[in-house]
Structure formats: structure tokens, C-alpha cells
């Protein structure tokens, strides 16, 4: 039996036209080191503030039993539930050009069925471009620029950032199948993952967020909001840094990565450029599970 795609999702009838509009995600779930991706959702909802245009249905796509919604108890009686919510909002960024932000939590089923109905509102609003953006834990100094691993369904859209990686195997996401599938059907797409020192891999590193905020401006064209993030991260660098000076054990790590990172820089010009010191596929692969491993720890232990 056949799923209608149209039957996951419900759109607002007075959305204005939107052809050649930019298309941003981020599903909560999957590998967010330094919850660059979240930070940066927020901060845009937060600063552009712009209505929701389009509903998935939640009840279809989660399973709540693995990723349970707050409830509010007070006294003897329920008082409110925190209903989960994935959705598309309408924002303008600086020079008023449209765009759309879709955010929620990665759907836990139906992952094919997701995957074309959000191609179906791709052509329905003539996007043009479609940028995932998420963070990933990295063996690089918090006191060296962030680089970025890009991707995408054309390798021209991202011709002016470096590759990191060779071929590699890692865990699947509903974020990268859709780029998948947006390829396939014909529809540009573009992936930004900020590389995340490790040792903050679990915090929320403004920073992070920053470097995907670049990198996104890059690629579209858009004028973002920067302000808010870049106070948020320097307090957190300023944080970050008075921590590492009272530890000496968090003090050789950086200092470590510092030496590393900038011979590498120094000798390519571009960190882990160099094949002999590139990890391997199951290298990374193995970091990224045990990265998801830790965070579903986490959600498992606050349930």
C-alpha cells in the first residue's frame, strides 16, 4: 500500500511567491557536535522571527517513545505538554529576500515518504537551493579558525571549499537522504558541517554556528544576522580559555592540537590535507557512532 506524501504535511494557502528562494534545515537528533546547527536555527528563528508556513505531521514521523516530550505535573493535575513541532517558517534576511527554515526534530520513520514530500514543497515553491547544516566532532584547537566539511548534489556548488574526506561509511540521517533524493529528482542541494574541537563536542559552542553561518552566506547570497552569535561566542571562548589555563591536562590537549594543526597548515595549507595523516574511513565512522552513542545516552538519561 502506497503513502501520499501530500498526506505528512499541511501548507499555508496565503504563502506569497516564493521562486528562486533558499531552502535551510536542521533536524535535532542526529550527529550536532557543539550543537552548531541547533545554535544556529535558534538564532535565526530568534532574530528574524517569521510565521510558520507549512506543518509535518509529527505523529506519523516520531517515535515518542525514544525521544519523550516534557510534561508540565503541578500539584494534582496535568498542566501543559510541550508538543514536538517540525515545520517551515518564512524569514527575511537584511536586504528583505525571502527564505525559508525548516527545523524539528529528524523524523524516526518514513524517511523516504519525508524525503518527497519536502521535494514536492521544493518544486511547489520553486526553491532554488537547499543547505543542510549540523556540526561534527573534530581533533582541532578551539584557538584556530573552524573549517567546514562541505558537500553537495553538484560538485560546482561547492567548488571553493576544500574536500576533507575520501570515500567513508557513516551512520545515515533523514537530512542526508533528502540531499540524496533533492539530487536525484533534479534540485540543487548543499551540506555545511562545522568542525567542532571534540572536547566541546557535547557543549553548545557558538563559534560553530558562526562558521555555518558563513559558509551558508557564501553559497547564497543571503545577508544573515551575525552580532548576537559572535558575542555569544567570544564569551564562551573567554570561558572555554579560562578553563583550559586551570587545567594542565586540558592545557597539553590544546597545546597539542595547536602544534598539529598549524604544521599541517604550514607544510598544505589545508589541515589534514596530507593522505598520511587523513583518518580513515572507519576511523571516522567509528567517531561519529561513538559521538551518537553518547548523545542518545544523554537523551535516554533525561527521559
Not at 167 to 176: D, F, K, M
Given at each position: 500500500?502506497?503513502?501520499?506524501?501530500?498526506?505528512?504535511?499541511?501548507?499555508?494557502?496565503?504563502?506569497?511567491?516564493l521562486?528562486?528562494?533558499?531552502?535551510?534545515?536542521?533536524?535535532?537528533?542526529?550527529?550536532?557536535?557543539?550543537?552548531?546547527?541547533s545554535?544556529?536555527?535558534?538564532?535565526?528563528?530568534?532574530?528574524?522571527?517569521?510565521?510558520?508556513?507549512?506543518?509535518?505531521?509529527?505523529?506519523?514521523?516520531?517515535?515518542y517513545r525514544?525521544?519523550?516530550?516534557?510534561?508540565?505535573?503541578?500539584?494534582?493535575?496535568?498542566?501543559?505538554?510541550?508538543?514536538?513541532?517540525?515545520a517551515?517558517?518564512?524569514l527575511?534576511?537584511?536586504?528583505?529576500?525571502?527564505?525559508?527554515l525548516?527545523?524539528?526534530?529528524?523524523?524516526?520513520?518514513?524517511?523516504?515518504?519525508f524525503?518527497?514530500?519536502?521535494?514536492?514543497?521544493?518544486?511547489?515553491?520553486?526553491?532554488?537551493?537547499?543547505?543542510?547544516?549540523?556540526?561534527?566532532?573534530?581533533?582541532?584547537?578551539?584557538?584556530?579558525?573552524?573549517?567546514?566539511?562541505?558537500?553537495?548534489?553538484?560538485?560546482?556548488?561547492?567548488?571553493?571549499?576544500?574536500?576533507?574526506?575520501?570515500?567513508?561509511?557513516?551512520?545515515?540521517?533523514?537530512?542526508?537522504?533528502?540531499?540524496?533524493?533533492?539530487?536525484?529528482?533534479?534540485?540543487?542541494?548543499?551540506?555545511?558541517?562545522?568542525?567542532?574541537?571534540?572536547?566541546?563536542?557535547?557543549?553548545?559552542?557558538?563559534?560553530?554556528?558562526?562558521t555555518?553561518?558563513?559558509?551558508?552566506?557564501?553559497?547564497?547570497?543571503?545577508?544573515?544576522?551575525?552580532?548576537?552569535?559572535?558575542?555569544?561566542?567570544?564569551?564562551?571562548?573567554?570561558?572555554?580559555?579560562?578553563?583550559?589555563?586551570?587545567?594542565?591536562?586540558?592545557?597539553?590537549?590544546?597545546?597539542?592540537?595547536?602544534?598539529?594543526?598549524?604544521?599541517?597548515?604550514?607544510?598544505?595549507?589545508?589541515?589534514l590535507?596530507?593522505?598520511?595523516?587523513?583518518?580513515t574511513?572507519e576511523e571516522?565512522?567509528?567517531?561519529?557512532?561513538?559521538?551518537?552513542?553518547?548523545?542518545?545516552g544523554?537523551?535516554?538519561?533525561?527521559?
Amino acid at each position: 500500500m502506497v503513502s501520499d506524501p501530500d498526506e505528512l504535511y499541511a501548507v499555508d494557502s496565503d504563502l506569497p511567491v516564493l521562486d528562486g528562494a533558499v531552502l535551510l534545515y536542521h533536524f535535532d537528533g542526529y550527529i550536532d557536535a557543539g550543537s552548531a546547527g541547533s545554535v544556529l536555527a535558534d538564532h535565526l528563528v530568534e532574530d528574524l522571527d517569521g510565521p510558520i508556513v507549512a506543518r509535518f505531521d509529527v505523529d506519523r514521523l516520531l517515535d515518542y517513545r525514544s525521544r519523550r516530550p516534557t510534561m508540565t505535573f503541578d500539584g494534582d493535575h496535568w498542566e501543559d505538554y510541550d508538543a514536538p513541532e517540525l515545520a517551515v517558517r518564512l524569514l527575511h534576511d537584511a536586504n528583505d529576500t525571502p527564505f525559508l527554515l525548516l527545523t524539528g526534530p529528524e523524523p524516526d520513520r518514513e524517511w523516504e515518504l519525508f524525503a518527497e514530500a519536502v521535494r514536492q514543497l521544493v518544486q511547489r515553491w520553486h526553491v532554488r537551493l537547499s543547505v543542510e547544516f549540523q556540526g561534527i566532532p573534530m581533533a582541532v584547537p578551539h584557538t584556530r579558525p573552524l573549517g567546514v566539511t562541505a558537500h553537495a548534489t553538484r560538485s560546482e556548488l561547492v567548488r571553493e571549499f576544500t574536500p576533507m574526506f575520501n570515500r567513508v561509511q557513516i551512520p545515515g540521517s533523514a537530512e542526508a537522504l533528502l540531499e540524496l533524493r533533492l539530487g536525484q529528482s533534479g534540485h540543487d542541494a548543499v551540506g555545511f558541517a562545522a568542525h567542532v574541537p571534540h572536547y566541546l563536542a557535547n557543549a553548545r559552542y557558538p563559534g560553530a554556528a558562526l562558521t555555518l553561518l558563513d559558509a551558508i552566506q557564501r553559497v547564497t547570497g543571503l545577508e544573515l544576522p551575525a552580532d548576537a552569535l559572535r558575542e555569544a561566542s567570544r564569551r564562551t571562548d573567554v570561558e572555554v580559555d579560562r578553563q583550559v589555563r586551570e587545567s594542565a591536562e586540558a592545557a597539553d590537549v590544546v597545546s597539542a592540537l595547536e602544534r598539529q594543526y598549524d604544521a599541517f597548515t604550514a607544510a598544505t595549507g589545508n589541515l589534514l590535507a596530507e593522505e598520511g595523516e587523513m583518518p580513515t574511513g572507519e576511523e571516522i565512522a567509528s567517531q561519529f557512532e561513538k559521538f551518537l552513542a553518547e548523545q542518545q545516552g544523554n537523551d535516554s538519561t533525561d527521559s
